[in-house]
């Protein structure tokens, strides 16, 4: 997934690229900003506490979808009054509040929206265009190209001494051509740099890419597979911190996802085993740090990696006896199941679900047991109900007459 160390690498790639089309669409103006640009910027740097107060305000429904939607047409229309871009205004707005704790979830909100003004963007494209069998033909060479940006993009990051499954998995993610790509076309085309063709041409190769790229992301650990007696020679010696060894020590359960569910497992495992004895294994480095932080043993990594589980120095009777599966996406919980099994972990292997057809899957993965959360909760809550009562119906019983 995107939270996976290839998935943080492709999205900082991403960005990059995303970074450099703004500028060049703040640049394709070609006009001078006014004198008020830059104590513009200063008054909204100081003023940034007010904005991240205002979307603490805004709470978790509606309000603060809004509040995105006017912080980012709001913040290119003020931009625009000052002589610069508007698309710079937004993107200037973003980084303000990406810093916030609640920036997050700001952007989970939003992503519908952004996702339905995306395909509006492509809909008005399509009506502007009509194909020929040269555009066609043109869209296809650019997509043969696609191999080629893929190697180049695994070559650049394995050197950077990514693992080659990571980097393999990254470049398989990056391989497609950008939306922002397109609209950087659409600018040429507007300023008449690029005759209108080459707009359809870009079209047709950017939406021929996003359909050749989606089922091999899906089969990307079968591809790498098939390429990785080949790729693994490339291997950088070096290896990122991240990638070093790792120790069990004496550890005796592991529990893979650290959120809610998975510190709430951790803390009725070490009233039995001891805190010393839980392993906790997140790839959220800001939830490692807290857990670090409140003293408990965490470690970071893709527990679904299989690679991770080589990481480990394995001991020649591994006493591990328990592993939690605490993760919310069902696909990490499967995925991490068939590594552990493949590692050779043969102890016992408990999972939860959220539902009822998540459960086969998982034990066709080797999963001992499940826990349905949704369908169990009404009766942990019911139980602590009736113990709290009996304890309130005890300590009258005891007071004195």
């Known amino acids: 997934g995107m939270g996976a ?49 205002l979307m603490q305000e805004a709470g978790h429904g509606e309000l603060l979808v809004l509040f995105g939607l006017v912080m980012a047409l709001g913040g290119a229309v003020i931009f625009e009054q000052v002589g610069l871009k508007g698309d710079l205004g937004a993107l200037f707005f973003g980084v303000l509040l990406a810093q916030d704790r609640k920036a997050g979830e700001l952007a989970r909100a939003l992503f519908s929206l952004k996702e339905l003004m995306l395909v509006g963007f492509f809909l008005s494209i399509g009506m502007q265009v009509t194909p020929t ?28 001494r990514l693992r080659v499954r990571q980097a393999a998995f990254a470049s398989l993610a990056l391989g497609n051509y950008s939306e922002f790509g397109l609209i950087v076309t659409a600018i040429a085309v507007s300023k008449g740099w690029l005759v209108e063709d080459w707009l359809v041409v870009v079209a047709m190769a950017v939406v021929m890419s ?57 803390e009725v495992m070490a009233e039995r085993y001891g805190s010393e004895r839980i392993l906790g294994i997140e790839f959220d480095e800001d939830k490692v740090g807290q ?24 001991p020649r009777e591994h006493v591990i006896e328990q592993v939690l599966l605490c993760m919310p996406n069902h696909e990490s919980n499967k995925r991490t199941a068939e590594a552990l099994r493949a590692w050779g972990y043969d102890g016992l292997l408990a999972a939860v679900i959220r539902y009822a057809d998540e459960e086969e899957p998982l034990r066709r993965a080797g999963v001992d047991t499940v826990y349905n959360m949704y369908a169990e909760v009404g009766g942990s809550f019911a139980r602590e109900l009736l113990l709290t009562e009996e304890k309130s119906l005890s300590s009258r019983d005891t007071e004195p007459g």
């Open 291 to 314: 857990h670090l932080g409140a003293g408990y043993r965490v470690i970071q990594g893709d527990s679904s990696n299989p690679d991770f589980w080589h990481r480990f120095v394995k």
């Open 133 to 160: 069998a040269q555009t066609l033909l043109l869209a296809l060479g650019l997509i043969c190209l696609l191999p080629l940006k893929s190697a180049l993009f695994f070559l650049l990051l394995s050197r950077f």
């Open 210 to 266: 996003f359909l050749i790229a989606a089922p091999l992301n899906m089969r990307n650990a079968k591809i790498f597979s098939m390429l990785k007696p080949s790729l693994e020679r490339l291997e950088h010696r070096q290896r990122l911190p991240e990638d070093e060894w790792l120790q069990l020590d004496d550890a005796r359960v592991l529990i893979c996802g650290m959120g809610r569910v998975g510190s709430s497992a951790r």
């Open 5 to 53: 160390q290839y998935g943080r690498v492709s999205i900082g790639v991403l960005i990059v690229q995303d970074i450099a089309a703004v500028v060049f669409l703040a640049v394709s103006t070609a006009k001078l900003p006014s004198p008020w640009a830059a104590l513009l910027v200063v008054l909204l740097l100081v003023g940034r506490r007010l904005w991240t107060r």
